[in-house]
């Protein structure tokens, strides 16, 4: 063996010896910054994963249904109200939808607003439903196709009636008679079906009216009820101006005193000399409005007779009628009795008539003369 042999070599290799076992007593350590950070970022990564993870869902979602219909169009039968719409998009979008958020609007075929009526089927289509959020679309409509009814509007004018008055005049008055409506028609708009069965006798009456206080003619604009007819109720806006008449009412009043009777004589009597009239007063029953007959006096009233309406009854005896003078508005009702008797008086012996002893003459007054009824 020569010397190069027995040389070590220039290249030494490390050996790592391997690290001694642990004791069971020691523990692992943990580095928790970095657990808790790994532990959010997978929550992070799961609920982005989540968000945007497509789901569906069903809502009961009503039809607007007047949205689009023209304004002098109607329904005459109420059709399907709800419909199930089945949408489908994000999960977190499509789980907080709700049925008050989106609208349904459909639109209706032209060739159904050209007549006066349709009755067919309607198609609900997805591009009908309104305020969907972003990246959510309809999948489906049930039903897909709806019945309805639709007829168009068409105007007719119906007389106006008084409807019911309401209220307590003021003392003295009571509800008289309906004077004035002012449109005495109205118009109402209802479909070309409904109007054929409308007659002449069907009227619209107005709401009920007050006088509550009133006197004399109480008027003011008044609200219309709806019109009825076969069960359907058909609205009428708008107001009639009214005027109702409040009469007096009327009222009799006796006086017990006598009335003394007073003469409008066709002096000088060439004949007689002595107006003696039997009986000289009489009793009288006044009527009119109540609040004047309870303010009336005697002294407003004054009873005569006119010499002019005498009527032979017997040799020197006469009928005259009695007549009376009153206030406006107020008439004697009756006289007891309504006629008196004139005893007339002849001329002295030496033919020379007796001087004429009559009543004072009654001049004619500024007032109403009423006759008693006979």
């Given at each position: 063996m020569d010397d190069a042999t027995l040389q070590p070599s220039s290249v030494t290799r490390a050996i790592r010896r391997p690290p001694a076992p642990r004791s069971p007593g020691s523990r692992?350590?943990?580095?928790?910054?970095?657990?808790?950070?790994?532990?959010?970022?997978?929550?992070?990564?799961?609920?982005?994963?989540?968000?945007?993870?497509?789901r569906e869902k069903t809502l009961n979602v009503d039809i607007e249904y007047e949205s689009l219909l023209p304004a002098?169009?109607?329904?005459?039968?109420?059709?399907?109200?709800?419909?199930?719409?089945?949408?489908?998009?994000?999960?977190?979008?499509?789980?907080?939808?709700?049925?008050?958020?989106?609208?349904?609007?459909?639109?209706?075929?032209?060739t159904a607003l050209e007549r006066d009526s349709y009755d067919g089927g309607l198609t609900l289509m997805p591009t009908f439903v309104h305020n969907l959020p972003a990246g959510v679309s309809v999948v489906a409509i049930q039903p897909p196709i709806i019945n309805?009814?639709?007829?168009?509007?068409?105007?007719?004018?119906?007389?106006?009636?008084?409807?019911?008055?309401?209220?307590?005049?003021?003392?003295?008055?009571?509800?008289?008679?309906?004077?004035?409506?002012?449109?005495?028609?109205?118009?109402?708009?209802?479909?070309?079906?409904?109007?054929?069965?409308?007659?002449?006798?069907?009227v619209i009456r107005t709401k009920p009216?007050?006088?509550?206080?009133?006197?004399?003619?109480?008027?003011?604009?008044?609200?219309?009820?709806?019109?009825?007819?076969?069960?359907?109720?058909?609205?009428?806006?708008g107001f009639v101006y009214m005027t109702v008449e409040l009469d007096e009412i009327p009222a009799e009043r006796r006086f017990d005193q006598p009335f003394e009777v007073r003469a409008l004589?066709?002096?000088?009597?060439?004949?007689?000399?002595?107006?003696?009239?039997?009986?000289?007063?009489?009793i009288v029953t006044a009527s009119g409005p109540k609040t004047i007959i309870d303010r009336l006096t005697a002294?407003?009233?004054?009873?005569?007779?006119?010499?002019?309406?005498?009527?032979?009854?017997?040799?020197?005896?006469?009928?005259?009628?009695?007549?009376?003078?009153?206030?406006?508005?107020?008439?004697?009702?009756?006289?007891?009795?309504?006629?008196v008797k004139w005893l007339a008086e002849e001329a002295t012996a030496s033919g020379a008539p007796a001087p004429a002893a009559a009543p004072s003459p009654v001049a004619a007054p500024a007032a109403t003369a009423a006759v008693p009824e006979e």
């Open positions: 692992t350590r943990l580095h928790w910054p970095y657990a808790v950070l790994s532990l959010l970022i997978g929550a992070l990564l799961w609920f982005g994963v989540d968000l945007y993870r497509m002098d169009w109607r329904f005459t039968s109420m059709p399907v109200r709800t419909v199930k719409v089945t949408v489908r998009g994000p999960n977190q979008a499509v789980e907080n939808l709700t049925k008050e958020q989106i609208t349904l609007e459909p639109e209706y075929p032209r309805i009814r639709l007829s168009k509007l068409i105007t007719r004018y119906i007389n106006v009636e008084a409807g019911e008055i309401v209220g307590t005049p003021q003392e003295g008055y009571a509800v008289g008679r309906v004077n004035q409506i002012d449109p005495v028609a109205m118009p109402i708009s209802a479909s070309r079906e409904f109007l054929s069965k409308i007659t002449s006798t069907d009216f007050s006088v509550e206080g009133g006197r004399g003619l109480v008027g003011g604009m008044v609200e219309l009820e709806p019109f009825e007819k076969d069960g359907v109720t058909v609205d009428v806006p004589v066709d002096a000088p009597f060439d004949r007689y000399g002595k107006l003696n009239l039997s009986p000289p007063s009489v002294s407003e009233i004054t009873i005569y007779v006119d010499m002019k309406d005498r009527i032979p009854a017997a040799p020197g005896e006469f009928n005259i009628k009695l007549k009376a003078i009153t206030p406006s508005r107020v008439r004697v009702a009756r006289i007891e009795p309504d006629t």
